[in-house]
């Protein structure tokens, strides 16, 4: 089946800091989610990506659709205490309509 | 526009018993989709609903686990009989539709066994 392997697994940086994770696949991908989860809630749409190449902003979030469609990558700029959550990447594979399927998660820590 | 809605959303039971969480999605979703979610993982596809028919339980411990989307809008998972190894949050999920890859999530339930 399909592996996403995101990384790193955590991160902890100071108030300000810019952030980049990163989000590989074993197999093509045509479309790429980047979902934030905080405590005790379901994980929030960040960005969506669909074309190789493709750099998507959001506010002070970046994210990329690698051009082998086998990776993506997110950036944050000047972070900020209430980043502190754990982000996914998450895609659907090649095949129209096939299951979604999610990373592991980069848990981010960010110190006032 | 609400989003998706569970109930409840924390459980607590013993091991061999039963249990039912709900989900309502984003009116006018036909996609529905129920998540399991172990601590520090990602959430793992149990099952996928368009309207009320099955897309992929290809994933689904189908000899404890069984969900249902009768009318095509609400759904119900339900595990029978639990293990400890079920604890775990469940995330329901929707979709405008099968082709639609941008999926909303509800805040989940939190199931622990005992």
């Known amino acids: 089946g399909q592996q996403l392997n995101q990384s790193p697994q955590s991160m902890f940086i100071q108030e300000g800091e810019d952030v980049s994770m990163n989000c590989t696949s074993s197999?093509?991908?045509?479309?790429w989610l980047w979902y934030k989860q905080e405590p005790g809630e379901g994980p929030v749409l960040l960005i969506a990506?669909?074309?190789?190449?493709e750099l998507t902003s959001n506010g002070r979030l970046t994210a990329q659709f690698g051009i082998t469609r086998k990776d993506s990558f997110l950036n944050i700029s000047a972070s900020i205490p209430s980043d502190v959550g754990i982000y996914f990447c998450?895609?659907?594979?090649?095949?129209?309509?096939?299951?979604?399927?999610f990373g592991e998660g980069t848990q981010l820590t960010v110190n006032p | 526009e609400a989003g998706v809605a569970q109930s409840p959303r924390y459980k607590i039971i013993e091991k061999r018993q039963s249990v039912a969480f709900w989900c309502n999605p984003i009116?006018?979703?036909?996609?529905l989709y129920w998540y399991q979610q172990i601590l520090g993982q990602g959430p793992k596809l149990l099952i996928q609903f368009q309207n009320n028919g099955v897309v992929d339980d290809s994933q689904l411990p189908k000899d404890r686990f069984s969900a249902e989307r009768l009318k095509g809008v609400d759904s119900t998972l339900k595990i029978q009989p639990a293990k400890l190894e079920d604890s775990a949050v469940y995330l329901c999920?929707?979709?405008?539709?099968?082709?639609?890859?941008?999926?909303?999530f509800g805040q989940g339930t939190r199931l622990t066994v005992v």
């Open positions: 999920a929707s979709s405008l539709d099968h082709g639609t890859t941008e999926a909303f």
């Open positions: 990506l669909y074309k190789a190449g």
């Open positions: 009116s006018g979703h036909a996609t």
């Open positions: 197999s093509i991908f045509n479309t």
């Open positions: 998450a895609g659907p594979g090649e095949t129209w309509g096939s299951r979604l399927t």
